[in-house]
């Protein structure tokens, strides 16, 4: 089982449509979480930060369940833009290491 | 004004040869990282490094290996390329939890 795992997608959806990710997470011991958004051919870039049971950053909602060992991203009024992967990240501070999930893909179409 | 910054951005290389990927970041981190992204996507921890420690991914074949001049820059030596190895190889740095990403080296061995 992967320590981090999300439904690969590909999600289709119009614009203006609100759209959620779902992660879990193996490692009880992970300590804070993130979602990245990668585009084609480039780096992951952090989107948010997720440190206790959520938060909210225009659009974008994070929610985190550490009983459930689940965390899921809202998007809202799906922009063109929107389209990527978005990587939902576990960190351990042992190390400091990052653990990647492999990403769920979002298709926005007009 | 690039916070992560790696060279060469593409590397193609035969099979045996010895190559490296240089590092650089100018975000006064202390930590930088090196991650592979493989043809399936999935992005995996191969180092992390400060100035005190070095903690590899018991996964990473000996052929790799992390050197760090100063705390500014990690690069990443390759020695006896194999076929296996082609991916984008993207470093990272961090202070915190967060990490930023460069915008990765996409290695193909022949």
């Known amino acids: 089982r992967k320590e981090v795992e999300q439904d690969p997608g590909p999600f289709n959806v119009p614009e203006g449509a609100t759209v959620a990710f779902n992660c879990t997470y193996s490692?009880?011991?992970?300590?804070?979480f993130f979602w990245y958004r990668q585009d084609c051919r480039k780096e992951p870039k952090l989107l948010m930060s997720?440190?206790?049971s959520g938060n909210e950053d225009g659009r974008f909602t994070a929610q985190l369940n550490r009983a459930s060992q689940y965390i899921s991203l809202l998007i809202r009024d799906s922009k063109l833009s929107d389209s990527a992967t978005y990587l939902c990240?576990?960190?351990?501070?042992?190390?400091?290491?990052?653990?990647f999930g492999g990403g769920t893909r979002l298709m926005v179409k007009p | 004004d690039t916070a992560v910054s790696q060279t060469p951005k593409y590397l193609v290389t035969q099979m045996g040869n010895d190559k490296s990927i240089k590092c650089e970041q100018n975000?006064?981190?202390?930590?930088m990282y090196w991650y592979k992204q493989d043809s399936k996507k999935f992005l995996k921890i191969m180092f992390s490094?400060?100035?005190?420690?070095?903690?590899i991914n018991e996964t990473v074949p000996n052929r790799f290996s992390p050197k760090s001049p100063d705390k500014a820059h990690l690069n990443l030596h390759i020695n006896s390329l194999e076929l296996g190895d082609s991916a984008v190889y993207f470093c990272a740095s961090s202070r915190g939890p967060e990490q930023f990403f460069g915008p990765g080296t996409r290695l193909t061995v022949l």
């Open positions: 997720v440190y206790s």
């Open positions: 975000l006064g981190h202390d930590t």
């Open positions: 490692n009880s011991a992970s300590q804070s």
């Open positions: 490094y400060n100035n005190k420690e070095l903690i």
């Open positions: 990240v576990a960190h351990n501070n042992a190390g400091n290491m990052l653990t």
